[in-house]
């Protein structure tokens, strides 16, 4: 169902009755036209959201060897993360879409998180202006790692957009080592008011059961993690922390990651349940021993690798037997309605 479709059909009505009307169907102070209200007694856990929209793109741009997609949708509420609280953004009446720039590495389709990315908007012919945004890193269901936020464009017409994105402090190897830090992109489109009202959108009846929508079938990267099975090394833990699923590696190949041949490296690769999407931003440590002799106890390093993904790792002299892996804060990324709720008390994970 098409959210403004409905509003469109009760343009007949009175002010008076479609009031009443969308406060009969939950649409009144605790939502708004593009989201019903949030189910009560969420888990602290991932679970099914209330509903999910489609997506419309403005086009794609490249930058070296990176690509960004230009997409959009309805306005969305979101939850920014700070420590281990929770800030919901709520839609504003000015907001007009909810616009995510989806950047990544064309040879390996990893999407890197981003420090300050930034949209420009503007008219060509500089009548009215549209405040920039700096789109927050998130998490959603259906899109996986993305940037967004909500933005309100004035009126229909032809605009210009330049997206620059920074992508942080994160450690990259392989094909990634050599790739810029940073990236720019330019687009020209017709922004249509009419064009948002076809976006597919949809309500859920299990909405906050415990699970998770499927990712979008679309054209751009959702940044899945591989399944444990087919991670590289030797699996050493497997366990669980704030609903994320945690598998612990090691890896001979220690040299491509900056470390001695003779090393292995320890990778903790945290992750969504059901949809295996990365969880960026956190702060995490290990504590490894071998034969009964500590070989790391100290911080594990954010990374983008091709083969392991985005995950936190750290050199050791030998393979553990023994690990332990410590959240010291949970991922910072900000999340869409069904995440909000999860990866925030996050136990250690020990192996078994």
């Given at each position: ?28 102070r ?5 989201a ?18 489609g ?56 999407v ?94 299990n ?5 998770a ?9 959702t ?5 444990e ?74 990374t ?49």
């Open positions: 169902m098409n959210r403004r479709r409905f509003l469109a059909a009760a343009g007949a009505a009175s002010t008076a009755g479609l009031a009443g009307c969308l406060d009969a169907l939950g649409f009144g605790q939502s708004s036209a593009y019903p209200p949030l189910i009560e007694d969420r888990p602290n856990a991932v679970y099914y959201p209330t509903h999910v929209e997506m419309k793109s403005f086009g794609m741009a490249t930058d070296g060897p990176y690509t960004c997609a230009l997409t959009y949708s309805y306005p969305h509420r979101f939850w920014l993360v700070t420590g281990t609280r929770t800030n919901k953004v709520t839609i504003r009446s000015e907001d007009s879409i909810h616009v995510m720039p989806v950047v990544w590495h064309e040879e390996t389709g990893i890197p998180p981003a420090a300050n990315p930034s949209v420009e908007f503007a008219l060509p012919d500089g009548e009215e202006s549209v405040p920039s945004v700096s789109p927050w890193p998130m998490i959603s269901q259906p899109m996986g790692v993305h940037f967004g936020d909500n933005v309100a464009i004035p009126r229909n017409g032809d605009y210009t957009a330049t997206v620059t994105v920074a992508f942080g402090s994160s450690k990259r190897t392989g094909a990634l080592a050599d790739a810029p830090d940073s990236a720019a992109f330019e687009f020209e489109f017709t922004y249509l008011a009419e064009r948002v009202d076809t976006i597919p959108y949809r309500t859920l009846d909405a906050g059961e415990h699970g929508v499927e990712p979008h079938d679309m054209a751009v990267p940044n899945q993690l591989a399944p099975p087919d991670l590289p090394g030797t699996l050493l833990a497997s366990g669980t922390s704030g609903d994320a699923a945690v598998p612990v590696v090691a890896v001979d190949d220690a040299a491509r990651f900056g470390s001695r041949e003779s090393d292995s490296y320890l990778a903790a690769s945290p992750r969504t349940p059901y949809n295996r999407f990365p969880l960026p931003m956190a702060s995490v440590s290990a504590r490894a021993t071998a034969g009964g002799d500590v070989v790391h106890d100290g911080a594990l390093t954010a983008l690798d091709p083969d392991l993904g985005y995950h936190y790792g750290a050199p050791v002299s030998e393979t553990p037997d023994s690990v332990t892996i410590s959240f010291d804060a949970p991922p910072q990324v900000a999340r869409h309605e069904g995440y909000e709720t999860a990866f925030l008390d996050m136990p250690p994970v020990r192996t078994n």
